[in-house]
């Protein structure tokens, strides 16, 4: 297991680095953008998402002829139910969410880490940092990108759709997107790069699950500001990761100055 | 591509290298998994802002 230990070894280090930059960067980018959600969350009562959607409905449904009063009672049962239904432990306000926020930063740093350090070094390894940027570009675009393009980074109190079958959305779009950028990077044949753009493009096609209304409290600027944020944050998290990977991964192997001469 | 002889593990076959791979790969993506997108409602709760920063489907 000397090449698994080296590689966990590797991921760990530049994971950690990179888990506490995105950790500081989150503390002023997006964390306040959330807190500030958080206050028209709590304004709207609750925690769950469908509770505007619910509530619309049930406006709806009380200003129609009474013959609807069987459907209205349904909506605002499960309204009622809602906030026992919340929520178990969570972290205290302050410094114990921001520091859950930091271990969840560090640990998840480590875990793509550890996929593009396995990955790349299928291709051959990260050469050095330059090398580490582009397979950071890579990461930003299948983790970040693409499955932000149908389901944009949300604040709380943000109506959505079911999270399983958003869940199962994400985790395809970002298998069918890493398979097509692979394809098109590592196979020289037209194709199989065909092949690449319809796998890229299909879970666009099939489309995100989508709430059935996007009614939110949630000003549209605090939501742009907010998806600017994500996308910058997490664009720069990747690139310290995959140049902080070519940086380990060469001073570690030792072996490395011979890629660099192959590759850069 | 000579990519085995320079590479992490140099001594290792190539067979028991793509398992070794294999399986940091699948740490790794149980690790985010576990992280991002566990139902649990205390691992949700920690992981909360975390998650809504990664745009990871949330709630």
Known sequence: MNLFRNVVFIAAIAGLVAGIALACMQAYATVPLILKAEVY???????????????????????????????????????????TEDEGWAPADGFERFAFNVVA?????IGFALILVAVSEFAGGIGNWRQGVFWGLAG?????????????????????????????????????TAVGL????????????I??????????????????????AIPEGLHHQFVVAVTLTDLVFWLVLGAGLGVVRGRFAGTATSLRDSFA | MN?????????????????????????????????????????????????????????
């Open chain 1, 105 to 109: 930063n560090i640990v998840t740093g």
């Open chain 1, 140 to 176: 930003f675009a299948v983790f970040t990108l693409a499955p932000g393009l149908g389901l944009p980074p949300e604040l709380p109190a943000m109506p959505a759709a079911e999270l399983l079958p958003r869940q199962i959305w994400w985790i395809s779009t970002v298998a069918a």
């Open chain 2, 3 to 59: 990519t085995a002889s320079v590479s992490l593990g140099a001594s290792v076959s190539s067979q028991s290298r793509i398992m070794q791979l294999a399986l940091a790969a699948l740490l790794g993506i149980f690790v985010v998994g576990f992280v991002g997108f566990s139902h649990i409602d205390a691992v949700h709760n920690a992981a909360h802002d975390y998650r809504h920063s990664m745009a990871f489907p949330c709630h």
């Open chain 1, 195 to 216: 092949l690449a753009v319809v796998l890229v493009v299909a879970p666009h096609i099939v489309g995100a699950p989508q709430p059935v209304s996007f009614e939110t």
């Open chain 1, 41 to 83: 969350e709590k304004a709207g009562g609750g925690h769950h998402h469908d509770h505007t959607a619910a509530a619309n409905s049930n406006a709806m449904s009380s200003a129609a002829p009474a013959d609807n009063a069987m459907s209205s009672a349904t909506p605002a049962s499960t309204g009622a139910a809602a906030p």
């Open chain 1, 182 to 193: 692979g394809l098109i990077a590592f196979r020289k044949s037209l194709p199989l790069a």
